[in-house]
């Protein structure tokens, strides 16, 4: 077996077929890794410099860290980013991209991007985009540490999207009586055949809610190529990975097709609180992950702030849920024991950002634990951090989000 | 050894496939530790991600790091052969992760 020389890897990923060439060298001196990685700050292209958790596929999120959740709407450069496959197309010639509708419909169709903006009705909608796996290392706080990239909240976003209905399209085509299921999928391909290609499939019933669109703008811009840049799927409500990027065809089937990423990747518990013990391995009847639950993150301060006795501090963050709206969010300042409505921010509609604030003016010297707690308007609260129930692939945390902070 | 230099240089063909002003990806550097045959470790898990995906986990036990190689072979069909799987799993144990009871001070 022949040795693939680390340094050619890391100099240029084009050099991988030629490195396999050179032979055996000798391996370099053994760097040392701390205990907890912290992965580089590095810019990426229409990106400010982002923590790049990976770049082949790309997972960046926010060099800000919490503080990116001051405000309702998500810059397009700070926008999070997390692709599944490693081949990604580096240049979209829109001359040339189309969006083919096929399958069980009566005219498939052949769009371009202009035929989406010129010849069906523009749309928009304020969404969260929250990846599945967002928030899952505090699943280790309480429990077991969870499957995946240990994300803390900044696999989160809040963009405008701007595009035509998905039901809009799927009536231009015409759907046949015998479709039950629709197809979606985008321009990432794995980099080998015989790996799972990423798709998604909804129940025809699905997408025909009126809410769900193919964006081809994002806070009045294109979106970023590393977003899914020329349109992408939108589920208002809906965890991330539905939300297909580079979205190039819709194929309207009789039948569910299998998938990897929807069978056996993106899923929870197939139980009421979705949740096992602890611990346990995959091994439990599973169900795709879909709608949000109730969440609030705490954006300022971040922990460890030092804070002087007798400041004016303004906690603020952000609140969304599956859709049904934010009715309040509860601040806490003594560990839980009381709770204090926190003032809510302007409305961008019921599947966006909430944004809160709270004064605070702190009294006495200290250590104090901020905690924030949303509830919807139909009733779900956020479970505290010792009561949310635990997957194995740490999928769906929303528990009390909590910040230490000492006033001196 | 073939069939890796072949999916490498699909890799590159897909990238230069839609030349006129391709975004620039950077390249970043994800450095894992050396010896206990890091060399195979590289040639497998390289074909489809960064070890961003390995470093960003905090450190796993046996039975994790077993579970998620079977997961690339059965799942993301991953050409690794029996003998570089059990090898890839020792290194992963050995140098990200620990025998059976968590790392105290890790996670």
């Known amino acids: 077996m022949r040795h693939l020389n680390r340094r050619h890897f890391l100099g240029a990923g084009l050099l991988l077929g030629a490195s396999a060439l050179l032979g055996k060298e000798t391996p370099s001196k053994p760097i040392a890794i701390p205990q907890e990685y912290t992965p580089p700050i590095i810019a990426f292209p229409e990106k400010k410099p982002m923590v790049a958790i990976s770049d082949r596929p790309p997972l960046l999120k926010s060099a800000k860290g919490r503080e990116i959740f001051t405000q309702a709407i998500t810059p397009n450069d700070e926008f999070f980013v997390r692709w599944h496959l490693p081949d990604i197309p580096t240049h979209i010639d829109l001359n040339e991209f189309r969006l083919e509708v096929k399958g069980s419909v009566n005219t498939p169709l052949s769009l371009s991007v202009d035929d989406l903006k010129s010849k069906f009705e523009p749309t928009e909608v304020a969404a969260v985009l929250q990846c599945g796996g967002n928030s899952r290392k505090y699943y280790a706080v309480t429990g077991q540490a969870t499957h995946g990239v240990q994300w803390d909240h900044g696999a989160m976003g809040c963009a405008i999207w701007k595009g035509v209905k998905l039901k809009d399209i799927l009536n231009r085509a015409g759907v046949k009586e015998s479709a039950t299921w629709v197809g979606l999928n985008g321009l990432e391909k794995p980099a080998m055949d015989e790996t799972p290609d990423f798709f998604r499939e909804m129940e025809i019933a699905e997408t025909l809610q009126d809410q769900i669109i193919v964006a081809y703008a994002m806070n009045g811009e294109d979106l970023p190529y590393l977003n899914g840049f020329p349109i992408r799927l939108v589920i208002p409500g809906h965890f991330s990975d539905s939300w297909v990027k580079m979205l190039s065809e819709i194929m309207v089937m009789d039948t569910y097709r299998k998938s990897f990423f929807m069978d056996v990747a993106y899923t929870v518990p197939d139980n009421d609180c979705e949740c096992v013990v602890s611990g346990s391995d995959f091994e439990y009847k599973r169900k795709p992950i879909a709608t949000m639950k109730v969440k609030s993150v705490i954006g300022y301060p971040s922990p460890d702030t030092l804070i002087k006795k007798g400041s004016r501090v303004k906690i603020a963050g952000v609140a969304f849920d599956q859709g049904k709206g934010i009715k309040e969010v509860m601040i806490s300042l003594d560990g839980g024991k009381s709770w204090s409505a926190a003032k809510l921010g302007q409305d961008y509609g019921k599947f966006a950002f909430r944004p809160w604030s709270f004064e605070w003016e702190p009294k006495t010297k200290g250590d104090f634990t901020i905690m924030a707690r949303a509830i919807n308007r139909i009733g779900n609260i956020q479970p505290l951090p010792d009561e949310i129930g635990w997957n194995a692939g740490g999928y769906q945390y929303n528990a009390v989000d909590n910040v230490n902070v000492k006033i001196v | ?107």
């Open chain 2, 1 to 107: 050894m073939k069939k890796i230099l072949l999916f490498s240089l699909l890799a590159v063909s897909t990238l230069f496939a839609q030349v006129s002003k391709p975004i620039e990806m950077p390249y970043v550097e994800y450095p894992i530790e050396s010896g206990d045959h890091d060399e195979i470790v590289q040639q497998y898990c390289l074909i489809c991600h960064s070890f961003g995906y390995v470093l960003n986990q905090g450190k796993k036990s046996r039975p994790y790091w077993k579970g998620t190689v079977q997961k690339m072979v059965n799942e993301f069909k991953a050409p690794i052969g029996k003998e570089d799987q059990q090898i890839i799993v020792n290194y992963l144990v050995k140098h990200y992760g620990y025998e059976s009871q968590p790392n105290p001070s890790g996670h």
